[in-house]
């Protein structure tokens, strides 16, 4: 794996081997893909002040998560159907989140049950990330399956009323490859209903449209786990959130796969920083990261730490286990030196003023 050494080199690949209709499954955002290009665009415009001579000694890269000591302040977010990326899909992805310490966020949609994920990977801290069904018992059942099998945290994915059109998943007639199955839900649906659009069908008619931020309160009253809500991006759905019982909020567009014309992550990620100030929550973001300067980026910006979504199906691609821990450490090594570049050796000196944005500098 040491031949690629950027996450982009690791992206180039993979989408080199892809087969065409997975290749633009796990590649494409919304609509026009605007935000899809301002998620990397938008950490293009923020630069870093390095302070110098600052005379340190050791560099820590280390934070703590809900709770959970983590090695460095990057995680895995939650894609659907990692099957498709490589044969043992998320048991691999977990594994490699084990061996490096940081967190894994499981999709309910995924192509290995939660409690295989779990077994695969014991040590390793695993969320579950879920929505919430119209049927209550359906997702009252996956709640304590997560936390019978060890699971530390929900997130909950509030930005999916239904799924937004991706026009390569329309033209291909996207579908599941028939070897492989939903494995969390009992019932596999039939062939036919995961065609095309059909996938997007199906899982949105079980979610719940008339969701409200009552849901949460429910969720929390079934569960002692900490609830993250993921796919926030205004100030004040930020503090009904904490209001409604999270933990953590996860500043996500959904990888641009949702809304089009909605802000970069990173753009949005003060605002929410600002709006919770108050309250005792972490915020995490993703959205573009690929490098280790962009989760400096969002650490100078307020994040407790970033996750990435792409990048870690880049590196399953490419190399299973392997190419995950290759991407893991890419970015591990890139933040690094950052902290000691930059003149902040470890992750509590990384404060607001060491990250401006490019207009500061155009007057
Ligand atoms: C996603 N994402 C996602 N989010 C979620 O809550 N549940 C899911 O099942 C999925 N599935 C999914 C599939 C694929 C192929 C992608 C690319 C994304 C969104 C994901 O959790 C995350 O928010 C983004 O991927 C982050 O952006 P980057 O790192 O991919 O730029």
């Known amino acids: 794996m040491d031949k690629y050494i950027s996450v982009k080199e690791l992206e180039d690949a993979a989408l080199a081997s892809l087969p065409k209709a997975i290749r633009e499954y796990y590649k494409s955002g919304a609509a ?39 090695t460095m302040p990057v995680g895995i977010s939650p894609t659907a159907m990692q099957r498709m990326a ?22 309910i949609i995924s192509t290995s049950s939660l409690e295989e994920v779990a077994q695969a990977a014991p040590n390793a801290i695993k969320w579950l990330q879920l929505y919430i069904y119209k049927d209550r018992e359906m997702t009252r059942k996956f709640v304590s399956r997560a936390e019978q099998a060890g699971y530390k945290a929900l997130v909950l994915t509030v930005d999916t009323p239904v799924f937004a059109t991706r026009r390569s998943d329309v033209r291909n007639n996207f579908a599941l490859p028939s070897h492989l199955r939903l494995a969390n839900f009992n019932l596999p649906p039939k062939k036919d209903s995961v065609k095309g659009g059909g996938l997007a069908t199906y899982m949105t008619n079980t979610f719940d449209k008339s969701l409200t931020w009552e849901g949460i309160r429910w969720l929390k009253s ?11 991006l205004r100030g004040d759905d930020a503090v009904k959130a904490v209001e409604a019982g999270c933990a953590g909020i996860l500043v996500s567009n959904h990888g641009a796969r949702q809304l089009d014309g909605v802000p970069a992550t990173i753009e949005v990620l ?39 979504g792409r990048p870690a199906l880049w590196g399953l691609t490419v190399g299973g286990k392997e190419g995950v821990q290759r991407m893991l450490n890419l970015l591990r090594d890139e933040f690094e030196y950052t902290l000691q570049i930059a003149g902040t050796p470890t992750v509590a000196d990384i404060k607001k003023d060491m990250v401006l944005h490019e207009s500061a500098y155009c007057r």
């Open 86 to 107: 490589h044969p043992d899909g998320e048991t691999v992805n977990v594994k490699a989140a084990e061996a490096e310490g940081v967190i894994y966020i499981l999709s």
């Open 270 to 308: 003060p605002e929410i920083v600002d709006a919770v100030k108050n309250y005792n929550v972490e915020v995490y973001m993703d959205g573009g990261v690929t490098l280790g300067t962009d989760v400096y980026k969002a650490l100078a910006l307020g994040a407790k730490m970033v996750f990435v």
């Open 222 to 232: 079934i569960t002692k786990l900490p609830i993250v809500a993921k796919g926030i």
């Open 32 to 70: 026009e893909e605007y935000t899809l290009a301002e998620n990397r665009r938008a950490f293009q415009r923020l630069r870093i002040r390095p302070k110098c001579l600052v005379g340190w000694t050791y560099c820590d890269l280390s934070t703590t998560v809900l709770g959970e000591k983590v």
